[in-house]
């Protein structure tokens, strides 16, 4: 009897280990080349590689067993976990690492940890380049307690709200959740690069309210209970979590699970997609948007200890040296044993350990790391230069340069913005830009045009060297990400969503189908109010039908309009685009005039009603005279 207790403790012990799998590899090609000799999740972001920042976050959330899942460079990993102090008999989570060079998803990933049995309990699925204060145990928690309630419940995704066009969002995965406001089930899901977004009406038809929201983006953080594991090994069209997010959704009725949602409003998250987003993170971090993780109270055992002083200054403790003259503007981080030559100016920037930066420099928005010497009279603007990187007197970076590892540049040599340069010529197949390299012409020479006459490097192409595109702005666009026209671009296309999700000041939940009021307080305030007014004429000609709900319309506008002096100066065109099509009655809208109370706004409608009344005179006056 006591063997059976005994073993009924062990069995409700290991149940209650808390896990989490992160997922190391990147499957792209958005850091190459800098991730041909190292690991996505061991770059560093403000001196510290990206999986500390995770290791951090899951210890911090009471995490007692972590799963690092990866295909490329292995050994790196390996190696800083080891040297780490999650490996110290400190440590209050124990890690193991799980290699393996067949896998090309995540879908790939959980399948191999479902064949080893290595799911006990509920996990934390996160990708290994997230950087959050997200407060996990208390989501973890609530997770927990929904299944108690809830069998169906698999899958707890966390959101982060973020609205369109702010800079921690990713261009490049909108996201659209349709979800059950009082529950937080998630009903639809669709994300990516699609202008539009397709919504099941029956959604609609079958509930009296449902959260329609375009102010969330997807961390890639997930609560799953072990069964997900065993769904990714059933179905082998999962190879990422969208796909499985869409599987469970579009079999829900037949399957019988469901997924929900976790929406964070005020903590920080965000993944480190592209140079982009490693740029918009890397500020966020600076301007202390994700305290406490910040350079000058993380604790990570490859940071060190920074200073903060005013304007987002950090100073490394150890053996920083400011010549005379030099200038530290604003936003700046300087690793251990660097050095800032004479008269150099520096703003939006992060330099490594053991950098030695020249006199008469100039860095604005540049990521510099470890082991660089910069020489004199050099301008580097929004780049990354990789460690080990020398540049010789008089070199010139632009904008959107990637500087890889070991390479050598100038002297007198200006590199042209978007130009990926690496120190060996690039491979032949370059896979998923993760690879472990192996396979370059060892009988190239640089092209001293492009690195001077010095200089050591060969310029990289996203998707090889035999890519049929030579279109520089493409290829830097593969590596940085979404170029701020396109994105603008794409604002227009989905305007008609980001509209009603897009003020500062609109709760997070999307408001009732059925309240007239405040669908025009949100949707009304888009950019694009003509395009959007005239996407949405079918469903404002359904909803007002009778004199009534038109009267609605134009009172709820009304108060719309007395808050926002912007939407004063065009209530005019939009009633009168709403007369033309008819939404609304000439009567109804005369009516409406008539009894307004605010005499300013009667003022800036006057001209539209002047017309309104004269063009019925008119057509009276066409009748009696026919």
């Known amino acids: 009897m006591t063997s059976k207790n005994k073993r009924q403790k062990e069995t409700l012990k290991q149940e209650d280990v808390l896990q989490a799998v992160v997922i190391a590899d990147s499957f792209d090609v958005r850091f190459a080349p800098l991730t041909q000799e190292r690991p996505r999740m061991l770059l560093p972001m403000i001196n510290t590689p990206l999986l500390d920042y995770v290791l951090n976050q899951l210890g911090t959330a009471g995490i007692q067993e972590i799963i690092i899942f990866c295909c490329c460079h292995v050994d790196q990993i390996k190696q800083h976990v080891k040297y780490s102090k999650w490996s110290s008999s400190s440590s209050p989570c124990q890690i193991s690492i799980i290699a393996s060079e067949d896998v090309m998803s995540i879908g790939d990933c959980l399948r191999d940890i479902d064949a080893k049995d290595l799911i006990t309990s509920d996990f934390v699925l996160i990708t290994g380049d997230v950087v959050s204060n997200l407060d996990l145990a208390t989501i973890i928690t609530k997770h927990k307690k929904r299944r108690e309630t809830e069998k169906s419940c698999i899958m707890t995704m966390v959101l982060k709200r973020a609205l369109p066009q702010h800079r921690s969002r990713c261009t490049e995965s909108d996201l659209v959740i349709a979800a059950d406001p009082q529950t937080d089930r998630i009903l639809h899901h669709q994300s990516g690069k699609d202008a539009h977004f397709e919504v099941p009406l029956h959604l609609f038809l079958e509930r009296s309210q449902v959260a329609l929201r375009y102010d969330l983006m997807d961390c890639q953080v997930s609560i799953c209970s072990p069964t997900v594991a065993q769904l990714f090994t059933d179905n082998f069209d999962y190879q990422t979590r969208d796909d499985f997010v869409r599987g469970i959704l579009i079999n829900e009725e037949i399957m019988g699970n469901s997924i929900y949602m976790y929406a964070a409003d005020d903590l920080y998250a965000a993944r480190v997609t592209n140079l982009t987003m490693y740029e918009s993170v890397s500020k966020d971090i600076i301007g202390r948007w994700t305290y406490p993780v910040v350079p000058d109270l993380f604790d990570s055992q490859s940071s060190g200890t920074y200073t903060y002083g005013r304007h987002n200054i950090y100073l490394h403790q150890e053996n920083v040296t400011l010549a005379r003259g030099s200038k530290l503007v604003e936003n700046v981080v300087i690793g251990e044993g660097t050095s800032i030559g004479k008269d150099t100016f520096i703003r939006d920037s992060v330099i490594g350990r053991n950098c030695i930066i020249g006199e008469d420099v100039t860095i604005e928005g540049a990521y510099i790391w470890d082991n660089v010497v910069v020489g004199d009279w050099c301008n580097i603007r929004r780049a990354v230069i990789a460690d080990d990187v020398t540049l ?235």
Not at 448 to 459: A, K, W, Y
Not at 494 to 515: K, M, Q, R, V, Y
Not at 591 to 612: E, R
């Open 392 to 626: 010789k007197d008089h070199v010139s970076i632009e904008p959107g340069c990637v500087v890889s590892f070991r390479v050598v540049l100038g002297p007198s040599v200006t590199i042209h913005g978007g130009t990926l340069l690496m120190s060996q010529p690039p491979d032949k197949d370059d896979g998923f830009g993760d690879d472990d390299g192996g396979n370059s012409a060892p009988d190239a020479v640089p092209d001293i045009t492009v690195v001077g006459v010095d200089g050591q490097g060969f310029v990289y192409t996203p998707g090889g060297n035999d890519s049929e595109s030579d279109d520089d702005e493409i290829a830097q666009q593969l590596v940085w990400g979404q170029t701020a026209d396109e994105e603008s671009e794409n604002d227009d296309d989905i305007s008609s969503l980001s509209g009603a999700e897009s003020d500062d000041i609109t709760p997070p939940e999307s408001p009732p189908l059925d309240d007239t009021k405040l669908f025009y307080n949100e949707v009304l305030d888009s950019l694009q109010l003509s395009a959007l007014l005239t996407r949405l004429l079918p469903l404002l000609s359904n909803y007002f039908k009778s004199p009534d709900s038109q009267l609605d319309c134009l009172t709820a506008l009304e108060e719309y309009t007395v808050h926002c002096e912007s939407m004063a100066t065009v209530l005019a065109k939009v009633l009168h685009l709403l007369y033309n099509q008819d939404v609304l009655s000439e009567a109804v809208i005369i009516s409406w005039w008539t009894k307004c109370q605010h005499k300013a706004l009667k003022t800036q409608v006057q001209p539209f009603i002047t017309w309104l009344q004269e063009a019925e005179e008119e057509s009276g006056s066409e009748e009696e005279f026919d």
